[in-house]
């Protein structure tokens, strides 16, 4: 058993250090003896009228504080809201028990699962006969040979290979670029040969440094 | 003022009772009346859990929708609740949970958000205030404002401190209960409780002070 004259000491002490200089509990106590609920049993406080209203303002100021965050909290959850939420959940509940559907894309019009394409059955049968009649055509006229033929000689052809070539390049297989190109070479040597007479009369440079 | 008020012994046997009924109607596959007896604990326990969550998320559709997804994970997590724990504290930790999940992803995002300017278009115009007979637009400002501060110095409190304060103060949740509610002893619940209390007087005067001051400069330079 507790020896009672040790308790009242130690309570004693414990109730000294929380008194400040002025004998009256800081606020820090009266806080203390608030949040463990020990104000009606508080020997201080039951005794010094003081501290009780220092403690009855900080309790209204408290009490202030709830009230209005409850209030604002209440409005925040008006019935309505509180109907609408009820469905929102019930909604979702439902959608949860629901096997999840798989949405086909916008562009084709049936799920993808359920496409299958179904090909005639004339349309391979058809391919393989288009095959064996162009063999067939193929061999009946032979058309490797009708290809390979020699083809007949052109007038740009005849003309090309009359034509003198430059030093050098050995005559090819006559063509039409071919008998463009040395069609002019008349053409060529005329105004070259106009040009070398001009030169001749033109006065030169060096003829003008010479002293006169 | 203690939370047995709100959830008294017989409604948390209903709880349990409700519960354990719709656990054994979900194992058998009747999901419509499984749903349909678990309407009435949601119809029991929405009230508060909006106001827990309200006084987390200081946002109506925030906090509503933290309640919806309590709810659900609540329903479909049914089959891992146990008889033993009140039903109430089961919920209202997936709730709290929830809502501390919501706030550190709301703070993620303000961090790269610049948020707009604060606008209430369900509040009541002038005239509608005047016709409803409620407080003068000055009250209603001023107890805006202070709701402001005390929003503002609540967020600055730990997250334990907070819920600690929350719960007990606001909901009147007893020691043991808040211990229940956030798996703290009851002593450290009441030390959480009177630390959040006197940081909380502490930043509400510290407000109050720079505010005289500004009222003053106001005065000597009008």
Request: net charge neutral.
């Given at each position: 058993?507790?020896?009672?004259r ?16 002025n ?34 303002s ?9 009230t ?5 909290a209440?409005?925040a ?11 929102q959940?019930f ?7 629901r ?7 916008p ?35 032979n ?8 083809r007949?000689?052109t007038?740009?052809g005849q ?28 053409l ?13 009369l033109?006065?030169?440079?060096r003829?003008?440094d010479?002293?006169? | ?10 409604s ?15 194992a ?6 499984a ?7 949601v ?9 827990i ?5 200081r ?7 933290a ?19 009140p039903f ?7 709730l ?12 993620r ?13 369900a509040?009541p ?12 637009p ?6 805006r404002?202070?709701?402001?501060q ?16 929350m ?7 007893t ?10 002893n ?14 909380l ?22």
């Open positions: 058993m507790p020896n009672i040790d308790l009242l000491e130690r309570n004693a002490v414990s109730i000294l250090s929380r008194l400040g200089a004998r009256h509990l800081d606020d820090d106590a009266l806080l203390e003896i608030w949040a463990a609920a020990t104000s009606t049993t508080d020997p201080h406080l039951t005794a010094c009228a003081h501290c009780r209203a220092r403690f009855a900080i309790d209204t100021w408290l009490d202030d504080l709830r209005d965050a409850r209030a604002e209440e409005k959850t008006s019935p309505e809201r509180l109907a609408a939420q009820q469905a959940i909604r979702r509940l439902e959608a949860l028990e096997p999840a559907r798989i949405i086909t894309f562009k084709f019009t049936r799920a993808r699962g359920e496409q299958r394409r179904i090909v005639p059955r004339w349309v391979p049968t058809a391919a393989a006969a288009g095959l064996v009649i162009g063999l067939a055509t193929g061999q009946l006229f058309l490797t040979d009708m290809l390979n033929a020699p007949p000689a007038n740009s003309l090309a290979d009359n034509v003198p070539r430059p030093s050098g390049q050995a005559p090819s297989n006559p063509s039409v670029d071919e008998a463009i190109f040395y069609g002019d070479a008349d060529t040597a005329r105004s070259a040969q106009f040009l070398s007479t001009l030169d001749e033109t006065p030169r440079a003829d003008d010479r002293p006169r | 003022m203690t939370g047995a008020q709100t959830a008294g012994v017989p948390r046997e209903a709880d349990s009772l409700a519960a354990s009924a719709v656990k054994a109607l979900q058998e596959g009747r999901n419509q009346e749903r349909d007896r678990y309407a009435e604990l119809a029991r326990h929405q009230r508060r859990a909006g106001r969550a309200f006084h987390y998320m946002d109506a559709a925030e906090a509503d929708e309640v919806q997804d309590a709810f659900v994970k609540a329903y479909s997590h049914l089959s891992t609740f146990r008889e033993e724990l109430e504290v089961w919920f209202t930790r997936i709290i949970n929830g809502c501390l999940d919501r706030i550190k992803a709301r703070t995002r303000e961090r790269w958000l610049v948020s707009m300017p604060e606008s209430s278009p509040q115009d002038f005239a509608e205030r005047m016709a409803s007979g409620g407080p003068s000055e009250a209603q400002l001023l107890a404002e202070r709701r402001q005390v929003a503002a110095a609540l967020a600055k409190l730990p997250e334990r401190q907070r819920s600690v304060f719960l007990s103060h606001y909901e009147g949740c020691s043991r209960e808040v211990s229940a509610l956030t798996g703290l009851e002593s450290t619940v009441r030390v959480h409780l009177f630390r959040a209390i006197r940081k007087r502490t930043l509400l005067a510290t407000d109050a002070e720079h505010q005289g001051l500004a009222g003053e400069k106001r005065r000597v330079n009008p």
